[in-house]
């Protein structure tokens, strides 16, 4: 069965600079929501999107910005990249909105040095 | 303040025996409730889904319940093998919308 598919898997940037992390939601999912998890920490909530709107925004920073196209796929913009940007992000899908579990990808496991 | 308490960092548990879970939460009135399992290094995976008006959910050896008068659910493996050790979130939507929290989880080993 397809998953979501993240890309890329690892991603080294330098301070100031911009990283593009992609995400393909399951087909047929319409909705697509952005994590980011540090180290030992529990995911923190950073975006959603349902039906290539923005349907909800928690601890994302003003540097970040996201959009979900057309193919439902979407890409988180990170700009500004600080050490404290270092983490694992993650793209989830769900069948919609609400009561429906979400689908998490492999993740992209971006370092800031 | 809102927040999300699950009750310990880590547990161990012996092979066999029942494994519980704890998962708080104040100041939230979620529509629904759900747990994930986490491995070192990957992706949460779904586990189950518990909506409020619901007080318990089984699939195979698990079983949910969910208590909206104390705010707390709780997360039940039974007949528990080495295979289940991982890390276990529970995480609830807020106010009604797509803004998912999810507890810190906790660190479950289960010994042989």
């Known amino acids: 069965a397809a998953g979501v598919i993240q890309s890329p898997r690892h991603l080294i940037k330098e301070k100031r600079e911009t990283a593009t992390l992609k995400c393909y939601p399951i087909?047929?999912?319409?909705?697509v929501y952005w994590y980011q998890q540090g180290p030992g920490q529990d995911p923190q909530f950073l975006i959603s999107?349902?039906?290539?709107?923005?349907?909800d925004k928690g601890s994302i920073p003003d540097r970040f910005s996201a959009q979900q196209f057309s193919d439902y796929h979407s890409e988180l913009n990170m700009s500004s990249l600080e050490l404290g940007d270092s983490a694992l992000y993650f793209c989830?899908?769900?069948?919609?909105?609400?009561?429906?579990?979400?689908?998490f990808g492999p993740g992209t496991r971006l370092t800031v040095t | 303040s809102q927040k999300i308490e699950q009750n310990s960092e880590a547990l161990n548990i012996q092979e066999g025996k029942t494994a519980t879970l704890t998962c708080n939460y104040t100041?939230?009135?979620?529509?629904?409730l759900q747990w994930y399992r986490q491995d070192p290094g990957r992706g949460p995976v779904f586990l189950l889904l518990i909506r409020e008006n619901e007080k318990e959910k089984r699939k195979e050896r698990l079983k949910v319940t969910f208590d909206t008068t104390l705010k707390q659910s709780l997360f039940h493996i039974t007949a528990s093998q080495p295979a289940d050790s991982a890390t276990y979130l529970c995480a609830l939507e807020t106010n009604r919308d797509d803004k998912i929290i999810f507890g810190k989880g906790t660190r479950l080993h289960i010994l042989p």
């Open positions: 999107f349902y039906e290539k709107m923005q349907s």
């Open positions: 087909p047929r999912h319409d909705t």
């Open positions: 100041n939230y009135s979620p529509a629904y």
């Open positions: 989830a899908s769900s069948l919609a909105r609400g009561a429906y579990e979400q689908y």
